[in-house]
T-cell receptor
Framework: DTGVSQDPRHKITKRGQNVTFRCDPISEHNRLYWYRQTLGQGPEFLTYFQNEAQLEKSRLLSDRFSAERPKGSFSTLEIQRTEQGDSAMYLC??????????????FGQGTRLTVV | AQTVTQSQPEMSVQEAETVTLSCTYDTSESNYYLFWYKQPPSRQMILVIRQEAYKQQNATENRFSVNFQKAAKSFSLKISDSQLGDTAMYFCAFMKGRDDKIIFGKGTRLHILP
């Protein structure tokens, strides 16, 4: 088991461009979370999936953000028409099924987005 | 809505000392899960310790222990015999149910001084 994998690790983009990030969760983890973290702050919840179903999306998330998890495996997070305020670390986490003994989420190393 | 509050933005202690990080939360749920996560500089977040609200016994993991006060909605982390490798951001987190999202506090930056 290689842990939660995120790609790319770093992304620099020009304002107005679209970007897409990928997250590969730990195998057999059916829950997948996306968070945004700015410098010195705690992770801010964006959205989460159980299998392929998107269960909740933060009200703070604008319509420029969309996430998918086709087939309940990897997930993508797309940001359209990026703005400088989108610059942050985007964290992905996964957690095992409810029936598992473990309850916590396991985090990836994140994708750092810089919008110039 | 659930909230998690960490009132200490930054703390510093000498190596080998004991330090306690504070966390309070707000919820109307009777059962839930609480976590402390550690995020070392430029490294990924890892779980330090977890507590299930229905368990009265405080969780311990080696040098890490919690003081869970359910009525006061308080969940503090105690690090004994602190080590240089404990230097990190520490986040308190809350999860309402096992199939729910995890909500994080703003974090406490802990410096262990040699």
């Amino acid at each position: 088991d290689t842990g939660v994998s995120q790609d790319p690790r770093h992304k620099i983009t020009k304002r107005g461009q679209n970007v897409t990030f990928r997250c590969d969760p730990i195998s057999e983890h059916n829950r997948l979370y996306w968070y945004r973290q700015t410098l010195g702050q705690g992770p801010e919840f964006l959205t989460y999936f159980q299998n392929e179903a998107q269960l909740e999306k933060s009200r703070l998330l604008s319509d420029r953000f969309s996430a998918e998890r086709p087939k309940g495996s990897f997930s993508t997070l797309e940001i359209q028409r990026t703005e400088q305020g989108d610059s942050a670390m985007y964290l992905c986490a996964s957690s095992p099924p409810v029936v598992s003994r473990d309850t916590e989420a396991f985090f990836g190393q994140g994708t750092r987005l810089t919008v110039v | 809505a659930q909230t998690v509050t960490q009132s200490q933005p930054e703390m510093s202690v000498q190596e080998a000392e004991t330090v306690t990080l504070s966390c309070t939360y707000d919820t109307s749920e009777s059962n839930y899960y609480l976590f402390w996560y550690k995020q070392p500089p430029s490294r990924q977040m890892i779980l330090v310790i977890r507590q299930e609200a229905y368990k009265q016994q405080n969780a311990t993991e080696n040098r890490f222990s919690v003081n869970f006060q359910k009525a006061a909605k308080s969940f503090s982390l105690k690090i004994s015999d602190s080590q240089l490798g404990d230097t990190a951001m520490y986040f308190c987190a809350f999860m309402k149910g096992r199939d729910d999202k995890i909500i994080f506090g703003k974090g406490t930056r802990l410096h262990i001084l040699p």
